[in-house]
């Protein structure tokens, strides 16, 4: 479903019949982000409430209806990361030794696997993982801006991304699948 600049309007004046249209068109986007930084579902449906709350509460900052998107989506990211710093009970650090790379253009697999079996293998990689991998590979974050949001080095954030592309390599070696097309 799209929503119209018609019905981003009236979320903007707190029409509940808008705010309805507009939570059901983004709802499994939203639930989709919040899964992805969270270690299991209740976290997920936490994240998710407070996410639509922020967004309801703030869409009435939202200027230019072309940005609206990004913005929902940034906003939901932004609640799971402060949810993951609200709720943790330490940072998860892990050196660099002992890395193993995976090839950036490596991944053509990706498009014939089932989306189902891709979430849950980045949902069971390690928290730090896990974040930083959603954070780069994902939302298209850089790693010193990684590094300021998780509260981690530049390094950290760069030996992690490695570390969970070499586990989900591994994992896919499990699968059976071991040749990876390259394009580019």
Not at 54 to 81: C, M, P, S
Not at 98 to 121: H, K, P, Q, V, W
Not at 140 to 151: Q, S, V
């Amino acid at each position: 479903m799209q929503i119209t600049y018609k019905v981003f309007d009236r979320c903007k004046r707190g029409d509940r019949k808008a705010q309805k249209t507009f939570f059901d068109a983004f709802k499994r986007r939203i639930m989709g982000v919040c899964k992805r930084y969270t270690a299991n579902r209740e976290e997920a449906e936490d994240v998710f409430q407070e996410s639509f709350i922020k967004i309801f509460n703030g869409i009435k900052q939202v200027h230019d209806f072309q940005y609206l998107e990004r913005w929902i989506i940034k906003t939901a990211v932004n609640t799971a990361i402060n949810y993951y710093h609200k709720n943790k009970r330490h940072h998860d650090y892990f050196g660099l030794e002992g890395i193993t790379t995976f090839d950036e253009r490596d991944g053509a697999i990706i498009d014939e696997l089932n989306s189902d079996t891709i979430i849950n293998m980045v949902n069971d990689l390690p928290t730090g993982y896990r974040l930083v991998f959603n954070l780069y590979v994902i939302e298209g974050y850089k790693h010193n801006e990684i590094g300021e949001i998780l509260d981690i080095s530049e390094n950290t954030s760069k030996s992690q991304l490695s570390r969970a592309k070499s586990l989900l390599k591994r994992k896919l070696k499990e699968l059976g699948i071991e040749k990876f097309e390259k394009y580019g």
